[in-house]
């Protein structure tokens, strides 16, 4: 590890999960993360105002978890960086405010990132720098995009994304019509395992000739299941839980894998990263490696901790954000629950910069 490389505390609260993580460089020192998932279960998804309240509870001992954890103490920070967007308004809201404080107290400078950029980035502290470009499929419970990130600083563009459910979405759905809990992501995964994936044709969202190559589309495909679950019930009969499992997940996964291949042949790039929650799920990942051996792609997944909201994601970006000197935010940064990707930071304007100087 390069002593000389910045050391950065990250803050991620954009859904349910208070994520503080501390990188150096390149180098994860600490991932602390305290959910509140549990608290969401029995209403089958999040609640945005038991989030932010579960946010605001956890922030100070999961920063000073963190800060242990890395064996540093606050004061050695070259930076603190925070989610700005996209997410939950008032989830971020308590994110950045804490930031906010954090970086006023300690005189560090301050690091609006973008969610969905971390996702990519934290891919640098399993498997060193990302390679410019890279194509990036972002899975999670609120988004299902593809990417082509030039710069993880500065340059990201959006190639396609899901025009109604987010995949996650979709699995934590089907898992709710099939009454197996929240989320649903690694139950379906587990039953799934014991599954018939070919025993029912689900539909493959957006692959006609005519659709958008690189758009997805998940709500067709959770009616079907709903449908086919429907019948059974009406019949009277038994519903195969493991192979409607294993079938819709197929269904998923194929859609995925296809089209982020395609990309990466399209654009002309060898090196594809999968990140956010989904990227967990065993068959996707085992899908996207033997599609990427056969076309002669470098597949990229971190560990399924760093797939999933953390805070490390959010201080690895904030470490490249540093090292390649881009602008920290003002301290009137505000949470941009739709800050589009393209965004992968909100740097001060040169007004505010001159006055940050000062
Ligand atoms: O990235 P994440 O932690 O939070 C969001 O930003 O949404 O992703 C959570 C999503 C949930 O929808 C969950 O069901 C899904 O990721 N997920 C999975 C698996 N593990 C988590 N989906 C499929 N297979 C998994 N093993
Ligand atoms: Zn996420």
Same mark, same amino acid.
């Not at 700005?84 to 939950?88: E, I, K, R, V, W």
């Not at 629950?337 to 965004?343: E, G, H, I, R, Y």
């Given at each position: 590890m390069a002593a000389d490389e910045p050391l950065v505390l990250g803050i991620e609260t954009s859904c349910d999960e208070t994520g503080v993580g501390v990188v150096r460089g390149t180098t994860l020192l600490a991932d602390a993360v305290a959910s509140s998932v549990e608290e969401h279960g029995r209403y089958g998804g999040v609640v945005p105002e038991i989030a932010s309240r579960a946010h605001l509870e956890a922030m100070v001992p999961t920063v000073q978890r963190a800060l242990d954890q890395a064996g540093i103490k606050a004061s050695d920070l070259d930076g603190i960086a925070v989610t700005?967007?996209?997410?939950?308004a008032g989830a971020l809201l308590v994110g950045v405010s804490a930031a906010k404080a954090y970086a006023y107290a300690l005189g560090k400078p301050l690091y609006g990132v973008n969610h969905l950029a971390s996702h990519i980035c934290v891919d640098q502290l399993e498997h060193g720098r990302l390679p410019e470009p890279t194509m990036a499929l972002l899975v999670s419970g609120g988004h299902s995009s593809l990417l082509l990130t030039e710069d993880i600083t500065s340059t990201v563009r959006s190639l396609g994304a899901t025009i109604d459910d987010a995949a996650g979405e979709a699995f934590d759905k089907v898992a709710r019509l099939l009454n197996l809990g929240f989320p649903g992501g690694p139950v379906i995964d587990r039953y799934a395992r014991e599954g018939d994936p070919a025993a029912i044709a689900f539909p493959r969202g957006l692959t006609g000739a005519k659709d958008p190559v690189y758009d997805f589309s998940f709500s067709g495909l959770k009616t079907a299941v709903s449908r086919w679950v429907e019948a059974k019930r009406r019949a009277g009969e038994d519903v195969p839980v493991r192979d409607v499992s294993a079938s819709f997940q197929e269904a998923v996964v194929d859609v995925l894998t296809r089209k982020a291949v395609r990309a990466c042949k399209d654009e002309g790039v060898d090196h594809l990263m999968i990140g956010g929650? &989904?990227?967990?799920?065993s068959r996707l990942r085992a899908l996207a490696q033997e599609r990427c051996d056969r076309a002669g792609i470098t597949l990229r997944v971190p560990r399924p901790k760093l797939c999933t909201d953390n805070g490390a994601m959010v201080a690895a970006l904030g470490a490249e954000m540093v090292r390649r000197d881009r602008a920290p935010s003002a301290f009137d940064l505000s949470a941009d629950?739709?800050?589009? &990707?393209?965004?992968t930071h909100v740097p001060a304007s040169h007004d505010e910069l001159h006055r940050l100087a000062e």
């Open positions: 700005a967007g996209p997410g939950l929650g &989904v990227a967990a799920n629950s739709s800050l589009p &990707v393209t965004d």
